[in-house]
């Protein structure tokens, strides 16, 4: 998911011809304040092939539908879907479609890794492991104590989430097996670790970029993976500059709406977390601090005393995320023997 805005969402956008074969069908995200995806729906030479597929939900459902029909085709004739990365608003009906028109499904290896680990992981053993985070991270007994019923409410309440497992695979640098287009993989790894862009050649020139790059607000970047080597914020900022060297001639991204200059953003988005871990570091000269502490003290859409535990969860993410980036840099180290664990600056 990404970071919602702080201020009304404006109404939602509604079915368009963008041109050159392009088309673009809203479909809603249920109570949230991102308000909706934005699908995109390639005309190709054999049938429609969408660039993700929404929210798996019975209104997002038939929003999509009715879209596919406004646009001229059906969701029946859907030949291929393309889906930027593994999160629910872009992949959730990615099954429902290939179970109504026999489409292919496409992911990067990243992602598709990640579909595995999501379909086969039993709740309760991720529950555990996020409260081994929390743990670490010196979160309070309350903190653990609001995950944990959170938690166990949906183990008891909720089916387990289930995403389609693709039958194809996007690989950075090849074309996408769009009949009739030429359409260029751009991986862009840090929102997912197998998150795409799709750049549009053969005379158009625009990119489809997902949650990569948006024109007013920023994607989530946590850390999504355990392992020391592991840096969503490297990856992330190296991703804004390979999309900044692209011949990109406007943005189609999944939320929001289009814009012109993928450089002037992808520069603006990168200032944006050079000043994050820049306050970060000055955080740190003053005073050792957890990780929980960290994430406190850093800026949100909202104060953090106003964040539910999840949206909690979210956060001390990105903060670990800022932090592994800054360690990677050689300008933060955990002190030893701090239990919890505490960072300083170098």
Known sequence: MTTAPDRPIPPAPRVADLGNGVWTVPVPIPNNPLGCTLVYVLETDAGPVLVDSGWDDPVSYRALVDGLVEV???????????VTHAHPDHHGLSEKVREVSGAWVALHAADAEQVEQINSAPRAAWLRHHLEVLTLAGAPQEALDALTGLRTAAVGNRPRLHYAVPDRELVHGELAPVPGRTVRTVWTP????????????????????????LPSITPHIGLYDDAEEADPLGDFLASLTRVARLPITGVLPAHEHAFADAAGRAAEVAALHEVRLAALHTRLRA????????????DWNRPWAQL????????????AAHLRHLVKRGRATAESGADPVRYTAV
């Open 190 to 213: 840090g929102h997912t670790p197998g998150h795409v862009c799709l750049h549009l050649e053969g005379g158009d020139g625009r990119l489809l970029s997902g949650d990569h790059l």
């Open 308 to 319: 539910g535990a999840q949206n909690r969860q979210l956060a001390l993410s990105e903060a």
């Open 72 to 82: 001229g085709t059906s969701i029946e004739d859907v030949h291929g879907v393309l």
């Open 287 to 298: 005073a050792s601090l957890t990780l929980w502490q960290i994430a406190e003290g850093m």
